[in-house]
């Protein structure tokens, strides 16, 4: 008789939901049809176990290394995590310029003209189509998880640190850890 013991239904369940949120996350509505959207997905002892000691040294170098060392626990208590990123900060389409001012700069020329900086965690500027874009694809894709009843919770603290393990050439990186446990691990944690 076949048969799929729990623990492997589960961590195969978490990882089709994984994938599925990648395409959400994918389709998701791009401004001006420009898609700079990235995703990796990171599922593995050795992987979340390496993830969450680059976020625990990483929040060393801030005032909030308790918080980064708290979701560095929820991420070695995962089954999985969905990295999703933007892989340029630029202003969309340039050559055709939308020139908002939401990046802080007064037209894309001017956006494109000034100096790079680099953050604790990610670089700037970053064109605010940009940024909409990301949010976009983050809560599509944990519509999909919230769907199909998986444990996730979107984390900054991850970003910054898998940035630094350079798995990824997105420039901006937020983390989606997913569970299936018997109570939500990322919510109520004290």
Same mark, same amino acid.
């Given at each position: 008789?076949?048969?799929?013991?729990?623990?492997?239904?589960?961590?195969?369940? +978490?990882? =089709?939901? @994984?994938?599925?949120?990648?395409?959400?996350?994918?389709?998701?509505?791009?401004?001006?049809?420009?898609?700079?959207?990235? =995703?990796?997905?990171? *599922?593995?002892?050795?992987?979340?176990?390496?993830?969450?000691?680059?976020?625990?040294?990483?929040?060393?170098? =801030? /005032?909030?290394? /308790?918080? &980064?060392?708290?979701?560095?626990?929820?991420?070695?208590?995962?089954? @999985?995590?969905?990295?999703?990123?933007?892989?340029? !900060?630029?202003?969309?389409?340039?050559?055709?310029?939308?020139?908002?001012?939401?990046?802080?700069?007064?037209?894309?020329? %001017?956006?494109?003209?000034?100096?790079? =900086?680099? %953050?604790?965690? &990610?670089?700037?500027?970053?064109?605010?189509?940009?940024?909409?874009? !990301?949010?976009?694809?983050?809560?599509?894709?944990?519509?999909?998880?919230?769907? &199909?009843? +998986?444990?996730?919770?979107?984390? *900054?603290?991850?970003?910054?640190?898998?940035?630094?393990? @350079?798995?990824?050439?997105?420039?901006?990186?937020? %983390?989606?850890? !997913?569970?299936?446990? %018997?109570?939500?691990? *990322?919510?109520?944690?004290?």
């Amino acid at each position: 008789m076949p048969i799929i013991e729990e623990k492997k239904a589960e961590l195969e369940g +978490v990882l =089709t939901i @994984a994938k599925s949120m990648a395409v959400a996350a994918r389709t998701a509505p791009k401004a001006r049809g420009d898609d700079t959207i990235e =995703t990796l997905i990171v *599922y593995g002892e050795d992987h979340l176990n390496e993830l969450a000691e680059a976020m625990k040294n990483h929040g060393n170098n =801030t /005032k909030m290394s /308790k918080i &980064f060392e708290r979701d560095a626990d929820n991420v070695v208590n995962s089954q @999985a995590v969905l990295l999703i990123g933007l892989n340029d !900060l630029r202003p969309k389409k340039p050559d055709k310029p939308l020139d908002c001012g939401g990046c802080g700069h007064r037209n894309c020329a %001017g956006f494109l003209r000034t100096e790079k =900086t680099e %953050g604790n965690d &990610f670089p700037g500027p970053v064109c605010l189509f940009q940024s909409i874009d !990301l949010g976009i694809a983050l809560s599509s894709a944990c519509s999909v998880a919230a769907r &199909f009843h +998986v444990d996730n919770r979107m984390m *900054y603290t991850i970003g910054g640190s898998a940035r630094n393990l @350079a798995w990824m050439k997105s420039q901006i990186i937020i %983390g989606i850890p !997913l569970s299936c446990s %018997g109570k939500n691990i *990322y919510f109520d944690r004290g």
